[in-house]
Structures are given as C-alpha cells and as structure tokens.
C-alpha cells in the first residue's frame, strides 16, 4: 500500500544541482565564514564538510551552527587531497564545487553561475575565480572573457566545479601526493580522458590564507610531488628532458628562497619514490602532453583553437576508452 501526500503537504525539496564540499582541520573560525557561505548559495545546495581530524572543536561548531551540513569527521589526518577525493565521493549531487577552509563565497548566487558553464560534454571541471585577499587584490583564474569557452591547462583546488561521475571514475587525486601537486595530476590525467578545463567568469571566491601552514612540508613536499608528477605523466620521449628542467627549477627555486636543503630532500624523497613507483608509471599520450604544454606555457586558449590542436574535437569516444564517459550537462 503507497501513502499519498495529502494535498496540503508540503511539495518535497527538489534535490540539488550541486553539493559543495570542504575540508578543514584546525580552522574552526574560517571554516565557520567557509560553510556560511556555502549554506547561503541560491538555490539551495548540499554542503558536505570533512573534518581531518581537528583538535580544536571544528566538528562540534559544525554540528552546532550548521545541522544541516553533511559532517563526516576522519578518525585520523590523511591530507587534504584524501579528504577531498573522499567528500566528493561522499556528495549527491552531479556538481561537485570545493573550496578551502580558509575561503568563502562573495555572492549567493556563485555556484548557480558555475553550473550553469557545464553546458558542453566535454567540460569536465570549471575553474572559477578568486583572490588572495592577504596578498593583493588580483583575481586569479579568471576568464579573459565572460562570454565563449576558454580552455586552462589546470586549476587550483579552492575554486573549483568538477562533474562528480568523472572525478569518481579517474580515481580522484592520487593519495600519494601530499599537499601539493595534486590539482595539476588530477588536470593531467583529465585533458587525457577527453575533457578539458574550463576558466569562469563567476564572482570571486575570497581565500585568506590562513597562517597556519607547515612551510617546511610545503617546500619539502613540493619538490617531491614534482618529481612525481613527471615520473607518473610525462611520456616519452619527452621524460628526461621535462625531469632535468623539473630538477633544476625546484633548486633553483630553493636557492632563491633560502630553502634549498628543504627542496634536495623533497627530490631526494621524490626519485626514490620513482624507483617504489616504477611499475605503476602510466603517462599520458604524447598529443595530451603537447596540449597540456601549451596551455601551461601560453595560457588558455578558446575552445574552437583546442580543438583544432587536437582531433578536430574533443571526442566524447576518448574519454570513454581511458575509464571515463562524458556526462551530460
């Protein structure tokens, strides 16, 4: 027997578009601006919050403030790019949008105007705007134009819209690079499935960078995850070249900054790595590395460009053969 709604209950919420995810530890105040600003997004969306083992009451402030968010607490830290790939595993919704915990949403109405931008199959992730309010009042990953499609080679993981069966399907971010690197694996890996990037126009997302960072584990992680990112994506016959320029900019990079034994060790720890990981290496096609090159070096392109740089389109058939399919928007 089915009960029916009598005619004077209320109509069920429509599920929603889009869930936004976040992952904090240890920032109970930003994470609190963050998760505001995500609950007050029109239409209504599902905010999915993954605590990574917070010591100074994020889960209870959550619980408390916010009882509609989905609150998902870790029982020990695993980084932030694991916490992400699990919450966007964790969301319903089709779009998946992530910020920092040190971030929020300047208008109401963002995520709404990102959705709106998945109206190709082929655009797998959005890149939308944002500013380092500490640092200067640039917005960065900005379209150079609203109007037409213009392709990045990445993105960065505060601001961002991803189709949830996609991310799913490529595995998310690999576990293995810690804190840093993970974005620029993930949009690798994505641009060889047979999708692309796209930059947005939409109002930018505010990042405060909050002070407490780990400096040390970022330099030495860094150089690390460089050295990893060639070894696990870069084909042949470009590898030894793309390697040695890595090598030789990430202690230049330390020389400059007065880090260089933090940056010997991290590459010291990422061609050992190499050696553990060898047989797990699966690069990317050359053609794939070419487009990724280009972009990263020229900046975004249009569309109608990338696709004449590649196979006259991008072709829905590609994503499907590298353990993806297009999902429509």
């Not at 429509?14 to 609190?32: C, D, F, G, H, L």
């Not at 779009?95 to 709404?112: E, G, K, Q, R």
């Not at 972009?295 to 590649?310: H, I």
Request: charged share 20%.
């Amino acid at each position: 027997m089915h009960l029916m709604p009598s005619a004077s209950s209320p109509a069920p919420s429509p599920a929603p578009q889009a869930s936004v995810v976040i992952v904090t530890k240890n920032r109970r105040e930003y994470a609190r601006g963050a998760i505001r600003s995500a609950v007050e997004q029109v239409p209504r969306v599902e905010v999915v919050v993954c605590d990574d083992g917070s010591t100074d009451g994020t889960p209870e402030m959550v619980r408390t403030e916010f009882p509609s968010v989905a609150l998902h607490v870790a029982a020990r830290s695993e980084d932030i790019a694991v916490q992400r790939t699990r919450a966007t595993a964790l969301a319903t919704a089709p779009i998946v949008v992530s910020i920092d915990d040190d971030a929020a949403f300047t208008s109401p109405h963002t995520v709404a105007e990102a959705v709106r931008l998945f109206d190709r199959p082929q655009v797998a992730l959005v890149a939308m705007p944002f500013v380092n309010v500490r640092v200067s009042d640039r917005v960065l990953q900005r379209a150079p134009e609203a109007e037409g499609v213009y392709v990045s080679s990445g993105f960065v993981g505060t601001a961002y819209a991803v189709r949830r069966e996609v991310f799913v399907a490529l595995g998310g971010y690999r576990p293995f690079l810690i804190h840093q690197y993970e974005e620029e694996d993930f949009a690798i890996r994505l641009l060889d499935a047979g999708y692309l990037i796209r930059l947005a126009s939409t109002p930018p997302i505010h990042h405060f960078h909050s002070p407490t960072r780990n400096r040390v584990g970022m330099d030495v992680w860094g150089a690390r995850n460089t050295i990893l990112f060639t070894w696990h994506n870069v084909p042949m016959p470009y590898l030894a070249a793309h390697m040695a320029a890595t090598s030789v900019n990430a202690l230049a990079a330390g020389v400059r900054a007065g880090t260089t034994w933090r940056k010997l060790r991290g590459m010291a720890s990422g061609y050992a790595d190499c050696l553990r990981q060898r047989r797990e290496r699966a690069p990317v096609r050359a053609a794939t590395y070419r487009l990724y090159r280009r972009l990263k070096r020229g900046g975004p392109l249009p569309l109608d460009v990338v696709e004449q740089l590649t196979w006259g389109r991008v072709p829905p058939e590609a994503g499907a053969a590298r353990g993806a399919a297009p999902v429509a928007a």
